[in-house]
């Protein structure tokens, strides 16, 4: 068989391969054509051909667009380094705990015995209570800090997010700062941690408020979508390395109560802190440890007073969980802001700050 009838036989190198071949033939290689002849077999079928054909070009297509997303939304991680100079100006200072530099703010009267230790959410960083420590600083000392696996702090280097290591960082930080016990305040996963931290470290927490806090197993409304591909196997390996901005927005805005209140500012403190390097890939290995119906059962222990806030548009830890953490720890008092989504210390720190700071005036 010469290369003419070879051309007209078969009309592309695709229905030339898809044909069983025998003996070699190296110069027509350069035609674009294996290196070889048919071998004698059936003939293949139309249904066949094309079948073959459209897989070719499904398979051409599907990488063509795989490298335009990646073109358009490709967000490596950022080290720290390159966003510290926006992200941490003063009053922010760098500590270093279990080989990470740890972002922390310390602000307020020194001399204060019990200071106010603030706990951000997943994804979150310190930023989300600046409205609050401008109020409560003014009396009170008033410590945040960007929890292992967020913000400028980044990962846990031994990759180990169960949360006795987040109460064991806690109390590491204290001994850092000089603080024997506090007043701790969380914001949902935030809060998850300070109740673990009033169950196994009593010593060291003087009174609690909880924000939305995770503390039961999530029977949520709605979910962010970056929450809910950060827990499908292979799009959340994908996301550590491109990051529509358009998701993050969508993730800010479905935990406000008003969506409205998102700006492009507050999307890019978070699409900053989410691409700070390693913060994505500690996201799913922090999602194996959400609370469960024995880690609620502990619940009941708490004895500190406890401050209860809650939105009352939550729909991802909605407000039927503030209403059984108000139940769970005895003498716990609740306020619910009706017109408040998932983060009310951000969404109108005015009004929920005033509540804290009255609960912080009250005597034992």
Not at 223 to 250: K, S
Request: hydrophobic content about 45%; aromatic content about 8%; glycine content about 6%.
């Amino acid at each position: 068989m010469n290369v003419k009838i070879l051309r007209k036989a078969y009309r592309n190198p695709v229905e030339f391969a898809a044909n069983p071949v025998t003996t070699v033939h190296p110069e027509w290689s350069a035609l674009g054509y294996p290196a070889c002849i048919p071998a004698a077999g059936p003939t293949m079928t139309p249904l066949l051909r094309h079948t073959l054909k459209f897989l070719a070009w499904s398979a051409l297509a599907a990488v063509l667009l795989l490298a335009v997303l990646t073109a358009i939304y490709w967000a490596p991680d950022r080290p720290a380094s390159e966003l510290t100079e926006r992200w941490a100006p003063p009053p922010s200072q760098f500590i270093p705990i279990e080989g990470m530099q740890v972002h922390v703010r310390d602000e307020g009267p020194r001399d204060d015995p019990s200071p106010i230790l603030l706990l951000h959410g997943t994804s979150s960083s310190l930023h989300t209570w600046e409205p609050w420590a401008k109020v409560l600083r003014e009396k009170h000392r008033v410590i945040s800090v960007d929890l292992p696996g967020h913000g400028l702090t980044g990962p846990f280097p031994d990759g180990d997010y169960r949360l006795a290591h987040y109460t064991r960082f806690i109390g590491e930080l204290f001994d850092k700062l000089g603080v024997r016990r506090a007043v701790v305040a969380g914001n949902s996963f935030g809060g998850q941690v300070a109740i673990e931290l009033a169950i196994d470290m009593p010593d060291r927490v003087d009174k609690l408020i909880l924000v939305d806090a995770l503390a039961y197993p999530r029977d949520s409304t709605s979910v962010p979508i970056g929450f809910r591909i950060a827990q499908m196997p292979g799009l959340n390996i994908l996301m550590q390395y491109m990051l529509p901005r358009r998701i993050v927005e969508d993730s800010v805005r479905n935990v406000m109560g008003d969506p409205s209140k998102v700006t492009p500012a507050l999307v890019d403190r978070y699409f900053a802190m989410t691409v700070r390097a390693g913060n994505r890939a500690s996201l799913p290995p922090r999602f194996a440890f959400l609370p469960t119906e024995d880690s609620a059962a502990r619940i009941g222990r708490i004895n500190k007073p406890t401050l209860i806030l809650w939105g009352g548009r939550d729909r991802l830890i909605p407000p039927n969980n503030g209403n059984r953490l108000h139940r769970d720890i005895a003498g716990s008092q609740l306020q619910v802001f009706p017109a408040l989504g998932h983060v009310p210390q951000e969404e109108d720190p005015a009004s929920t700050v005033a509540v804290a700071l009255r609960f912080l005036d009250q005597a034992e």
